[in-house]
C-alpha cells in the first residue's frame, strides 16, 4: 500500500524516556480495558520488539516475540505454555496483517489471545485484528493499492523502510 503520510516509530524509539512514557499509558489504557488477566506479552519482531517489552515492563508480566520463519512467525526463542493468556502489543497497525499473524501463531501455541495493543492505530479503527483492540491513539491515514494511487502521488517514488520486507 501507499500512503501520503509515514510515521517513523524509531524516531520516538531512539529516546528511551519517550518511549517508557508512551508504553506506561498503552499499559494503564490496556488495564483498564477489562480484558482479564495477562500472562504474558507477544509482539511481532522487529518493530513490535520494543514496545512490547516496555509495556510488558508496565504490566509486570515477561515479554516475547515471534519471528518470520520461512515467511511464518515463529515463537523461536521462547516457550509458551498452553492456556497462558497473552496480550499481543504492536507498534502501529495499518490493515492488522502483521497482528493477524501474530495471533494465529500464538493459538497454534494453545495460548489464548485475549488482546492487542498498539500505540498507534492508523487505520481509523478499520483494521480486523482479530481481537479486541486496544490503541494509544487512532487516527485513518488513506493508504492506496498500487493500482489505485491518487495521481498526485502517483510520481512520487515509493519508499518502504519498514521491516515487512526484512529476510530473517
Keep these: 500500500l501507499r500512503s501520503p ?3 517513523q516509530k524509531a524516531r520516538v524509539f531512539m529516546y528511551p524516556d519517550r518511549t517508557e512514557k508512551l508504553c506506561r499509558a498503552l499499559a494503564d489504557k490496556v488495564r483498564t480495558a477489562n480484558l482479564g488477566p495477562i500472562d504474558l506479552v507477544v509482539s511481532p519482531a522487529v518493530g513490535g520488539i520494543v514496545p512490547g517489552y516496555e509495556t510488558a515492563r ?3 508480566v515477561p515479554a516475547l516475540w515471534v519471528e518470520r520463519e520461512e ?3 515463529r515463537l523461536r526463542r521462547f516457550e509458551m505454555e498452553k492456556g497462558a493468556r497473552v ?3 504492536e507498534d502501529i497497525v495499518t ?3 502483521s497482528s493477524r499473524e501474530t495471533v494465529e501463531a500464538v493459538k497454534a501455541l494453545g495460548a489464548e489471545v485475549v488482546g492487542e495493543a498498539c500505540l498507534i492505530d492508523r487505520s481509523g479503527g478499520e483494521a480486523d485484528v482479530g481481537v ?3 490503541a494509544l491513539a487512532r487516527f485513518k491515514v488513506p493508504a492506496y493499492p498500487a493500482d489505485r494511487i491518487p495521481p498526485e502521488m502517483a510520481a512520487i517514488p515509493p519508499v518502504k523502510p519498514g521491516s515487512r520486507g526484512l529476510s530473517q
Design 95 to 97: 490493515t492488522g496483517l
Design 5 to 7: 503520510l509515514f510515521i
Design 132 to 134: 479486541p483492540l486496544v
Design 87 to 89: 496480550l499481543i502489543v
Design 71 to 73: 515467511g511464518q512467525f
Design 58 to 60: 508496565h504490566l509486570g
